[in-house]
């Protein structure tokens, strides 16, 4: 049986955590901060030894074979490069460092002590991908000559995380592309086969900004005389929350751990998720468009938007003999030689992170165990170097985002 230790036991490391548990590992130690989820992990995990800190985790001898590190993004480089030389396997939350120079030390960190290192780049993870980069491998569509893919974020899922929420504010966590579409830097890298070698972007911050605010408009939306005609109303979003279990576990979860009616309301009175969305300290874009290109030429455009439902990407990919398009439920193939269309239906699960992000949470997991248990890092669809490349797309993409110049990728 693999032990595991969780370091940060929010919703992203409950979630992994709870994964590995229904693989067969079995989590020994916990460290978390806060004393409400602290104590709701352990309860979760009965024997696992409780910490404040992941320094006084990491002053014991290693307790466990591989450790969950799903801290804020800023807190990631310390834990992980200590616990790496300690000898600790590790599953990452990505982003990986909210600094390019701490990304490479991570990395140093991993391949140094030798222990197998996973980024959660969970969309690599899915039946969808997998039979996307299946079709890809198998030849059908030829050489790949330019892809489409678009991230629709979500208007509420936005307010909620990049307006109202932890990832509001470059300063605090980092900017939008990297904490946000890393995944989908590392998607495109990974279906196309073949390193970035230039980026170039725009995009910005177009709605949630003051002077947007309607007129009458409160601080709070349990006080606003507008609420009701406002498309980003926390309380029309939470409360509809309630009394569902999938998205008591995200997003409610993490507005307060009392995730009934009044627990709620509680929390948008006195917390950050009730604030009017034209009222916050937010300055990451809500939209923004990149162009890439790869090595051996062919090229790339990614969008990420707030303004859409909350759903699965959407991707064209183009080659010489057919091509390919996908919504995240289904694949349509089109043949040019023949001239006909099949479809693929790979769906599983929805897209949030309350649905698992259509399996690739659950299948991340399963192949870090596998790894380990096996001693094979190779069942792990990234290596280090991979995931730093993606974090490295996003960083000379946001580079051309504020300076206007296309970037080379190092």
Known sequence: MITLAVVGAGSRGTTYAGHAVRHGARVVAVAEPDDVRRAKAAAEHPGAEAFTDWRHLAERPRLADAVIIATQDAGHVEPAVRLAGLGYHILLEKPMAVREEDCAAIVTAAERAGVIFAVCHVLRYTPYTRATKALVGSGRIGEIVSVQHLEPVGWWHHAHSFVRGNWRRSDESTFMLLAKSCH???????????????????????????????????????????????????????????????????????????????????????????????????????????????????????????????????????????SIEGDGHVLTVTDFLTGTTEEIDVAEGGPSAADGHGGGDGGLVRAFLDAIAQDDPGLILSDPRESLHSHQVAWAAERSRLTGAVVTVP
Request: aromatic fraction near 10%; glycine fraction near 8%; charge should be neutral.
């Open 184 to 322: 989908d830097l590392d998607w495109l890298h990974h279906i196309v086969g073949r390193r970035v070698v230039r980026a170039s972007s725009f995009g910005g911050l177009h709605h949630f900004r003051p002077e947007n605010r309607p007129a009458g408009a409160a601080d709070r939306c349990l006080d606003c005389a507008v609420e009701t005609t406002c498309p980003y109303s926390a309380k029309r979003t939470y409360l509809s929350f309630v009394g569902d279990p999938r998205r008591e576990s995200w997003p409610l979860s993490v507005l307060t751990p009392d995730v009934t009616e009044q627990g709620v309301l509680r929390a948008l009175r006195e917390g950050p998720y009730g604030r009017c969305v034209y009222d916050c300290d937010n300055d990451v874009v809500d939209h923004q468009v990149v162009n890439l290109e790869f090595e051996g030429g062919a090229s790339a455009s990614f969008t990420m938007t707030a303004f859409t439902p909350l759903a699965f990407r959407k991707t064209r990919i183009f080659g010489t003999r057919g």
